[in-house]
């Protein structure tokens, strides 16, 4: 595996699979690499004939400068695990690099982007997403590139940015990868402390609680709310957000009458973390479109 650093080397690097014909695979992250990553990487793997995983911290996507210097930097780690992995390229630009001096362009994706970790963190939080994307897509104009689940929103988005702006590239979604107790896999979870590690698995419990309701039949969003509500208070946490969403457009739902994304986001201790699951109301028929839409949405397509 090479670890490149700038866009010219990265183009250069591509260049003979790219005429070869051979399948491009992006892998974008913030670094601090962990088993949710491998997962994203191994897909890759298992589809591409190159992969390439990204590594920036991207500072336009923080609302808090705080946040920003906090947030884990293992570069050594990580290159560790792409090339463990299976990555041919680790691209690790600078952010001068990334944003070189007069960058003046940003790109927005709208109403999407306006409800959930856009109304909790401000609208320049996925005002940086979506440029830093655009600019990872159009550097490395790879013909597939990798999400995971956990950041549902986020795929939605960018799902969006894709269709709108028709950048020829397929969105692969992956499922979360948890803890054996059902802890979403993240980076910030470094910062937990033994309590926090503990009271966090709420989070979890929370959604599978609602999940199991409508497994059940409950189709009324109150009570799948209040449901995983009373599980998180429980332990004494008060959620940011706590909602349940059409799974393809975001709008609220009141009834579980189709696919629904339950979404949530609360603070333990001092760390901030979001879950989700998707929830689906109990079939009306046996019919072949019902089962082929159920089968689709477990494949993690929100």
Known sequence: MRTLRTVA???????????????????????????????????????????????????TQFNQSADLEHYPRTERHDATLAAAGGADVLFAPSPREVYPPGFSTQVRVLDLTERLEGAARGAEHFHGVTTVVTKLLCMTAPDV??????????????RRLVTDLNIPVRIEVCPTVREFDGLAL????????????????????????????AKEGEQSAAVL????????????????????????????????????LMALAAHIGKTRLIDNV????????????DQTEREALARCTV
Do not use: W
């Not at 969403?245 to 009141?254: E, G, I, K, Y």
């Open 9 to 59: 080397e990265l183009r250069a690097e591509l260049a003979p699979a790219r005429a070869a014909g051979s399948t491009i695979g992006l892998v974008p992250t913030m670094g601090a690499l962990h088993a949710g990553h491998e997962s994203l990487i191994a897909r890759a793997r298992e589809q591409c004939g190159q992969v390439v995983v990204s590594l920036f911290v991207n500072p």
């Open 225 to 260: 709310v209040r449901s995983a509500a009373e599980q998180l208070r429980s332990v004494g946490i008060t959620p940011e957000y706590l909602t349940l969403l059409d799974a393809h457009s975001l709008q609220p739902l009141s009834t579980l009458d189709r696919p629904g």
């Open 186 to 213: 993240s980076s910030r979870n470094v910062h937990l402390d033994r309590s926090e590690r503990e009271r966090a698995t709420a989070l979890y419990r929370a959604l599978q609680s609602a999940s199991d309701l």
């Open 278 to 289: 998707v929830l689906h109301p109990l079939p009306t028929s046996p019919s072949g479109s």
């Open 145 to 158: 590139a990798y999400f995971g689940q956990k950041d549902a929103q986020q795929v939605m988005v960018i």
